[in-house]
DNA sequence: CATCCACCGGAAATAGGGGGGC
DNA sequence: GCCCCCCTATTTCCGGTGGATG
């Protein structure tokens, strides 16, 4: 008789449309981003003239705009180039989820040609039939790489990329690539790097003012009128501040603020929601951060917080405790062993390691004076404690 | 100063999963 | 089913590197 969903369906009374505050959703305007849109569309537009347009890179932190500006500007040229007949075409793909040579060029074709099946052949293969259809249909293609960081061996897909324009006689390919880690650029070798950085664009965090109008404009969206005090979203909004100015984290604890709002009946969302929508933010973003690492990857990083909270480590005379390389990797010896998995060789424990610093997650410093030869001292960015206590509750 | 140490990172070898062609 | 190809992950091997050590 009873549906389950009878209890769990239940109409949103303060939002009006949820949506609005994830993180996928793309505003119509995008404030104080006018001049990245203009200089990127800019720089873009001589494909509708059958120019190939430079590559660009963009950079900047997390939550300033980079995704937004791009999927809007290739949604606009897109829509532009139907509208006009030109067979123009712009791409957008995260290397999180296409996270190598090979799966770029097949999301490509895929994209291009959806009929396509391509299990089975070769990159070259594939990058093949990208060349045809490209050549075919005198394509110009712009492709966006979002978190280009994550995509291993890049260098190899840029030049091959990029080596299309020689290779084509009718078509282009033109690259976009985004990245939120500052080292990234440098550890590209310099071909990559002169392709890639044709054009530089750099996105500024937003300042805690600029975040309140932001979140104003989405509130406004996603919640019926007067549902959100006006604190509360001074508040989101110097939370974010303080946090690196990320427009993201301030739009999640919005959400947040406002499930536990409806959850527990109130009518209006105001400080307190924020304040404990933040708590369970910050917990997201690292378990974000970390669940969605290979085991091996995870089990690093908990060897590596746990002894951070523990205090193991080397005494130097600047900075405290640091752990080097070595000593992390015979802790994670240890703690694989403890739940039964086998370690993999030192070898590939410090391919890891960079994986894990290209991610952000680690800091790596030569440790110089103090230490022999090229010994690495490993620091570890998000909250140890944080950590270590997602560790216990078995989450990693 | 020669040698040692603790680690670095390139290269080749190996294992294994997935597919295609026959 | 068998053989071969391609890609990915990982191990093995090994020649550096650069400060420490005696």
């Given at each position: 008789m009873s549906n389950l969903f009878e209890e769990v369906h239940r109409e949103y009374t303060l939002f009006r449309n949820r949506d609005a505050l994830s993180p996928h959703y793309i505003p119509s305007h995008l404030p104080y981003r006018e001049d990245e849109i203009r200089l990127l569309s800019q720089k873009i537009a001589p494909i509708l003239s059958g120019k190939k347009p430079e590559n660009i890179f963009i950079y900047g932190k997390t939550g300033t705009g980079k995704t937004a500006v791009t999927k809007k500007v290739l949604n606009d040229l897109n829509e532009y180039a139907e509208r006009k007949g030109l067979p123009v075409k712009g791409l957008y793909i995260n290397g999180r989820m296409y996270d190598s040579e090979h799966k770029v060029i097949m999301r490509l074709v895929k994209m291009l040609?959806?009929?396509?099946?391509?299990?089975?052949?070769s990159t070259s293969s594939i990058y093949d039939m990208l060349m045809e259809d490209v050549d075919r249909r005198e394509r110009r293609l712009v492709v966006a790489l979002d978190e280009?960081?994550?995509?291993?061996r890049v260098g190899d897909l840029i030049y091959r990329l990029n080596r299309a324009n020689d290779e084509l006689e009718r078509g282009s390919i033109s690259i976009i690539g985004i990245s939120n880690n500052p080292l990234f650029k440098d550890r590209l070798d310099a071909r990559t790097k002169s392709t890639l950085c044709e054009v530089e664009l750099v996105f500024p965090p937003y300042n805690a003012e600029q975040l309140r109008t932001i979140l104003k404009e989405r509130v406004e969206e996603a919640?019926?009128?007067?549902?959100?005090?006006e604190d509360a979203i001074s508040l989101a909004a110097a939370y974010a501040a303080r946090n690196a100015g990320d427009a993201r984290y301030a739009l999640q604890v919005m959400l947040r603020a406002g499930d536990i709002a409806e959850e527990e009946g109130a009518k209006k969302v105001g400080r307190e929601h924020v304040e404990r929508a933040r708590r369970l933010v910050e917990e997201d973003i690292v378990y974000e951060m970390i669940s969605t690492l290979p085991e091996q990857h995870r089990l690093l990083i908990a060897a590596l917080a746990s002894m951070i909270v523990k205090g193991v480590g080397v005494e130097t005379f600047g900075k405290g405790k640091v752990i080097t390389s070595g000593m992390l990797y015979s802790n994670y010896k240890r703690l694989a062993q403890e739940r039964g998995i086998t370690p993999v060789s030192d070898r590939w424990f410090r391919e890891y390691l960079n994986e894990l610093e290209t991610y952000g997650i680690i800091e790596v410093h030569v440790?110089?004076?103090?230490?022999?030869?090229n010994t690495r001292l490993i620091e570890l960015i998000p909250d140890a404690k944080k950590i270590v206590s997602l560790m216990e509750r078995g989450v990693i």
């Amino acid at each position: 008789m009873s549906n389950l969903f009878e209890e769990v369906h239940r109409e949103y009374t303060l939002f009006r449309n949820r949506d609005a505050l994830s993180p996928h959703y793309i505003p119509s305007h995008l404030p104080y981003r006018e001049d990245e849109i203009r200089l990127l569309s800019q720089k873009i537009a001589p494909i509708l003239s059958g120019k190939k347009p430079e590559n660009i890179f963009i950079y900047g932190k997390t939550g300033t705009g980079k995704t937004a500006v791009t999927k809007k500007v290739l949604n606009d040229l897109n829509e532009y180039a139907e509208r006009k007949g030109l067979p123009v075409k712009g791409l957008y793909i995260n290397g999180r989820m296409y996270d190598s040579e090979h799966k770029v060029i097949m999301r490509l074709v895929k994209m291009l040609v959806p009929s396509a099946e391509l299990m089975g052949y070769s990159t070259s293969s594939i990058y093949d039939m990208l060349m045809e259809d490209v050549d075919r249909r005198e394509r110009r293609l712009v492709v966006a790489l979002d978190e280009i960081d994550m995509v291993k061996r890049v260098g190899d897909l840029i030049y091959r990329l990029n080596r299309a324009n020689d290779e084509l006689e009718r078509g282009s390919i033109s690259i976009i690539g985004i990245s939120n880690n500052p080292l990234f650029k440098d550890r590209l070798d310099a071909r990559t790097k002169s392709t890639l950085c044709e054009v530089e664009l750099v996105f500024p965090p937003y300042n805690a003012e600029q975040l309140r109008t932001i979140l104003k404009e989405r509130v406004e969206e996603a919640f019926h009128k007067g549902v959100v005090e006006e604190d509360a979203i001074s508040l989101a909004a110097a939370y974010a501040a303080r946090n690196a100015g990320d427009a993201r984290y301030a739009l999640q604890v919005m959400l947040r603020a406002g499930d536990i709002a409806e959850e527990e009946g109130a009518k209006k969302v105001g400080r307190e929601h924020v304040e404990r929508a933040r708590r369970l933010v910050e917990e997201d973003i690292v378990y974000e951060m970390i669940s969605t690492l290979p085991e091996q990857h995870r089990l690093l990083i908990a060897a590596l917080a746990s002894m951070i909270v523990k205090g193991v480590g080397v005494e130097t005379f600047g900075k405290g405790k640091v752990i080097t390389s070595g000593m992390l990797y015979s802790n994670y010896k240890r703690l694989a062993q403890e739940r039964g998995i086998t370690p993999v060789s030192d070898r590939w424990f410090r391919e890891y390691l960079n994986e894990l610093e290209t991610y952000g997650i680690i800091e790596v410093h030569v440790a110089g004076k103090g230490f022999r030869g090229n010994t690495r001292l490993i620091e570890l960015i998000p909250d140890a404690k944080k950590i270590v206590s997602l560790m216990e509750r078995g989450v990693i």
